[in-house]
């Protein structure tokens, strides 16, 4: 375990290089980023397992709700730390990429995935801050559906519905999109959810609810008065 720090602006700036430069070279070493001028101690109480193996989105963000928890910290405490989620995306660097098999190169993803912007509309691509975010603000159920897939990976659920937030944070459209789109059987979304040409699919529902609310004070809406609006190619997605 080691404690927790924020990069400096140096530190910052040494991060965004190394990610440049592994993309072309995967033997790069990481750099040294835990030491002054690149980073300095974040909050003493707070605690980091570098090496722990996070497996999914999910164990991510509750490893971190854990250790926030833990040390008698708040959400808001830590949510607007950009610079502490850069280090986190840093430390944790190897498992946030991967190596692609037929050429044994890193495959290292936009930059704001590592290095957490100060703009929401870049805020939710982190992989590691907008998975803290997510389960933060919906809690573990409402959140499974975007935080099942690998640490890694930014999946479509994340993109289409986290970004934009007249729809993240409210909690009765995000239990309609649990309900149509989540198998509870094989705890993973439904096959064909993001379809582009699958009649209902995610990509739809968020045109229909971007209708809906020119006619419908949507948001004030509870679950089941939004599913009893919904057009009739959404009722399949009930039923499977």
């Not at 989105?57 to 709700?65: S, T």
């Amino acid at each position: 375990m080691i404690k927790a720090r924020a990069l400096s602006v140096d530190g910052e700036k040494k991060f965004k290089e190394y990610i440049s430069t592994v993309r072309e070279n995967p033997s790069t070493p990481r750099p040294n980023l835990n030491t002054a001028p690149f980073s300095i101690e974040f909050i003493r109480e707070l605690h980091i397992e570098e090496s722990i193996a996070l497996n999914s989105k999910a164990e991510l963000a509750h490893y971190i709700q854990e250790q926030i928890r833990t040390s008698d910290l708040k959400r808001e405490d830590v949510i607007d730390k950009n610079l502490f989620w850069s280090w986190l995306a840093y430390i944790w660097f190897d498992q946030l990429t991967l190596f692609a098999p037929d050429t044994g190169n890193r495959i290292v993803k936009e930059e704001a995935k590592y290095v957490c912007s100060r703009d929401y509309r870049d805020y939710y691509r982190h992989l590691v801050a907008g998975p803290y975010l997510i389960l933060s603000l919906l809690g573990s159920r409402l959140s499974r559906i975007f935080l099942h897939s690998p640490v890694y990976t930014h999946n479509d659920f994340i993109e289409q519905i986290a970004s934009r937030q007249f729809l993240i944070t409210h909690l009765n459209l995000i239990e309609v999109v649990d309900l149509l789109y989540w198998d509870e059987n094989k705890s993973r979304p439904k096959q064909g959810a993001l379809s582009r040409n699958k009649p209902g699919n995610l990509r739809r529902f968020i045109k229909v609810i971007q209708q809906l609310e020119l006619t419908y004070d949507i948001y004030s809406l509870s679950k089941d008065d939004i599913i009893r609006i919904l057009p009739d190619e959404f009722r399949n997605w009930l039923n499977q």
